[in-house]
Nanobody, 113 residues
Framework: VQLVESGGGLVQPGGSLRLSCAASRFTFSRYPMNWYRQAPGKERELVASISSTGSSTDYADPVKGRFTISRDNAKNTLYLQMNSLKPEDTAVYYC???????WGQGTQVTVSS
């Protein structure tokens, strides 16, 4: 299993970013996927989840209404659209394939003016 995140960076408060996670070496379309994040000095937390078909999604309370998880099974890619970003969203964001117990290397998101 290989998961490779991209799309992180520095953004001002109120801005937007879209994270991508390219998946390979497993049948991506058959399995649910997650996005997690870990801020400095804090535990890793679940941000959003999506079913294998994309028909069902779930979000942590702090990001509801601002973040959108989606997937393109034809491209073996998972996405996280992040809008109205806040400084407290600053963290390393990780793609996770829970059934495979697999993690990406993470991508840094920094929200600061």
């Amino acid at each position: 299993v290989q998961l490779v995140e991209s799309g992180g960076g520095l953004v001002q408060p109120g801005g937007s970013l879209r994270l991508s996670c390219a998946a390979s070496r497993f049948t991506f379309s058959r399995y649910p996927m997650n996005w997690y994040r870990q801020a400095p000095g804090k535990e890793r937390e679940l941000v959003a989840s999506i079913s294998s078909t994309g028909s069902s999604t779930d979000y942590a309370d702090p990001v509801k209404g601002r973040f959108t998880i989606s997937r393109d099974n034809a491209k073996n890619t998972l996405y996280l659209q992040m809008n109205s970003l806040k400084p407290e969203d600053t963290a390393v964001y990780y793609c996770n394939a829970p059934r495979q117990a697999a993690w990406g290397q993470g991508t840094q998101v920094t929200v600061s003016s």
